[in-house]
């Protein structure tokens, strides 16, 4: 929410004729104080689009312009691509046979009866790339109707998990962070200060 508030914000900051003096220098005070608020480090801009993205109250991005949009949903795409590639490397490190438990004698799988009967005939013909089926899980996901803005992001997400399989894990890493800009430390301090005190 933490984009789409700032939005927000500096939208109704904006100065209006009726206001007086005062207002208005309030108003400019705070876009000013708020503007430069969660832009550095560059990455840190990506990523809150992306946690926006995978947000259903949000996830059609309506306060940025269509180009930001389509930038976003196509770093998202790459980014569970590139996760999913990374999750089949370290699968296939770990099936690997090693020299120890290699066994050169051991005769290749014979097929059954059904594969040699069946086989060639009743072969998958889809051959999607792992890629293909994750921008048609995006578009899909686009395409669904955004929740309302007081609905809860986690309980769609748990819904939708079987229908969204890899975009949900995607969200789960991204929703898990607290938006805060207040330095770890100093909220633990806080804490732990008015728990000595009561």
Known sequence: MILPLKTRILQSMAPSDEDSTITRDVKTA?????????????????YLHRSTALDPRFKSLSHMDPALRQRTYND???????????EDCAEGQAAEPTGANLDSSSPPQKKSAMAELFGETFASKDNKTPADIIKEEVASYLAESDITVDGDPLTWWKSNDCKYPHIATM???YLA???????SESVLYSRGHSDCNE
């Open 30 to 46: 705070a876009r000013e104080d708020l503007q430069h608020r969660y832009t550095s480090p560059p990455t840190l801009q990506d």
């Open 76 to 86: 998202l795409t790459t980014e569970i691509v590139s996760s999913l590639g990374a």
């Open 171 to 173: 969200a789960r890493c």
């Open 177 to 183: 962070v607290p938006g805060s800009s207040v330095p």
